[in-house]
């Protein structure tokens, strides 16, 4: 391992405190591997700021030595985008988890970046009102890092991605400066949307430190339907009449066959269907009272189990909640996340088997995901982690049917390199030109997202 | 009048055909000169190019001889943004109206920048889907124009602004390359969000030429409710507990009294109720079947008047649609489109009219708007169309409030002088940053949002 150059610790310690710059390799390491292991970095420090000033004086101070600054949160990222380049400092934002108090009138709270999405979810519950977006990682992904990712996740078709939540900003950008917006303005349309920017940036624009969040009503009701279906253009065609005719969706999940069959045989389910069908469906309303007719009338025609008790519900999301879990005890999946338009989803799913099999015979593909945005999460299995054509070759495929490469995990360092099959040499040309208008020197988390050659 | 550089009208005419370049000084001027009539600028040419390839043309030849260009669409904006400065192109739009079938699985569809908003709705009507903004301008204002100003209107609360409905632009930049991402992905993490930037940069960082759409479900029926109220503070705490315990509210807006009766005075209306209250609350909820019974419940300990027909909806909307024209028969109105957070929207309101008393003490203040985005429309009677010194009394008063000097209509010629009152250094730096890295000859639309001073 070549010896990164060391910063200046003492410096860093006189900004935020001798206990707040970790430096000792073991205590370092935690910082430096992302949660699945694959992606290993090292760092010349990890610094801790408790206050957005100590954050401006740190990169105010990275900048002046041209050192790299690699801002992290819960360190839950699928892309690698908060793993260090070499020498670099990760500024980690845990100390930042401020959670100002739930505004009742407008619905809005303010949340400091490094609190976690749980706590956040705590201080909401009671008040009438919830956060709009949810996450599996909720135990200990962060404010900031769902931000920097534009995280979705299981309720954008009711409510949006992140970035449809933050109505403003605190941040710091790579000469130091603070911009903070925070007073919930849900219209302001005097000029550029930096908050927009940020979301989904990765932390290359700036350092979040706090975001002034949009809440949405809590619903009282629930009621989850599980569908059996004959074809994904079937699921996709009844998806959308729910769209049309159902007001209060809140979740549009599928699972394609065998993959509800491989959790029940895995995780000892029982199978909702006495056949698995080639799609199951999970529907999922939420609101006051009965959900509308037109849910009942719309099933009616298939195969279907509902439940509106919490128990009954959990059983149900089960089949699909649980598909990564399941999917882990037949292998070590290549994980990749695409959205299609919605026409062709039917035809991208259907070719992707033939694709990966022309590269490993004996590879299984499974898939599952979030039907009403477009989004699925491919995973494969019987393939060696370390081989990346098999990636290449269903993303080269997602972009020959107009999808995206990357619906909700982001870019990171992971798919960096790929980025350009997607975007056209004029969108490279904006991104970078951004980033070299918002970070001159390229301080702010280099190698994630564009790479360093042009 | 000062004779602008002229360009080279056969160049341009090489790329658009000699009918679409118009230099006669009469048909020009309806192209220099906003709506209003208040704000007028003089253009070397009008160009009309027919497709993306001309506009790049265009743009190209501008660039090449530094002249500018100021993108026009139905020319009804509210600020000057589209009216031209001395020797610029005006790019109009106009024909530029192509409309994609509507897609009505995913619910979307593809718009030329020229597209009115009627023509959108009609294409989209019977579909089972509708657009999701709506504004009072819709004969005449344009797809292209309502992304550059990021329009807002009277579905806000529901739908949100227009940077809610683009999922993707087709855009010239301004060196004349193309950027084109019209797949209508509902999740797309893979950098910057580009169409996000472009809505409400008011075409100073690109030219629109055609936007991929979200279209919403169309609701089969709707119920208007007039509520009257002692206060702004109980309308806001009666707006929030709608927001909370009702799905499906399409509209919260608000006048403040005298406004009804000046409504009814002036337009001949009949009084909604026996007298008028402070505030009177126009609640609209839209769904299938009958509202949630928590609106009846919330309503009911007030005066209130309903409708659910089509023509006592229009009758109760009146009251509040019909304020600026009643207005405009007692004055010549100096108008200010502002948030404020919805907390201290109370205390605003109270205190606007001693701000302008204080300058001018026989005008009248006309206060209405959109309150459940605590969006304010401030009329201002009685005060000279020249003097500035009451709007910036008014826009001061918001912004130490926390509030946004435009909430809708963005920043255009008309406020960009005071921008700075709103923005901090570091905001305004972030602004000019993006600017000089997507446009760094400055030739779009110079002189609107961003003045040409440091």
Redesign the interface.
Known sequence: VPSPPSPDVAALAAIVGPDHVLVDPEVRAGFEVDWTGRWRGTSAAVVRPGTVDEVAAVVRWCARHDTPIVPQGGNTGLVAGAVPSAGAVVLSTTRLDSLGPV?????QVTAGAGTTLERLQHHVAGT??MFGVDLGARAACSVGGMVA??A?GMR?LRH??M??QVLGVEAV?ADG?????L????????????P??L???EGT?AVVTAARLRLV?E?ADRIVVLVGLPSLEAA??LS?RL???V??LDALEAVLAPGVTLACEQLGLAPPFATEPAVTLLVEWA???EP???LAALVGDHDAVAADDPGGRERLWAYRERQSEAIARVGVPHKLDV?????RLGVFAAEVPAVVAALWPHARCHLFG?LG???LHVNITGVPPDDKRVDEAVLRLVVGH??????????GRA?AGW?AL???P??L???R??K???DPRGILNPGV??TAEG
Do not use: F
């Open positions: 505004d009742p009138v407008a619905g009438g009102w990712t534009n979705g954008v949006g991605s970035r449809a950008l400066s603070v911009v903070r917006r007073e919930g303005l849900v219209k302001d349309n005097t000029g550029y949307d930096l927009g920017l979301c989904g940036s624009l009503p619903p996709v065609d959308a769209r049309a005719e007001e209060g609101g006051r009272g509308p007719d037109a959205t299609l338009p919605l026409a979030h945005d477009g989004n107009g999808g995206s490469i990357s619906a909700e995990h982001g870019v798919k980025l997607q975007r056209s004029a969108e040309a904006v991104m030109a951004v070299q208008a918002l997202l564009l």
